[in-house]
């Protein structure tokens, strides 16, 4: 019980996750596709572009 409870401390300390970063959805994507799991790796896949046109500084295409 001792490594659960260190673990929930741990992830209680983790920082905030930035909604422009793109990093999970690819790399979940990536994970998606290596198990053949195609519609989710496009999810995740139009997360990310989705996530990378909204972040700050980033202006839009065809604008």
């Known amino acids: 019980m001792a490594t659960t409870r260190s673990g929930a401390r741990g992830a209680a300390n983790t920082p905030p996750v930035d909604p422009g970063d793109i990093s999970f959805p690819i790399k979940s994507a990536k994970a998606y596709l290596r198990m053949n799991q195609y519609k ?20 839009k295409a065809g604008r």
Not at 40 to 45: E, F, H, T, V
Request: proline letters at 5%; charged letters at 40%.
């Open 40 to 59: 989710q790796c496009a999810r995740r896949c139009d997360e990310a572009v989705e996530r990378g046109q909204g972040a700050p500084g980033r202006e």
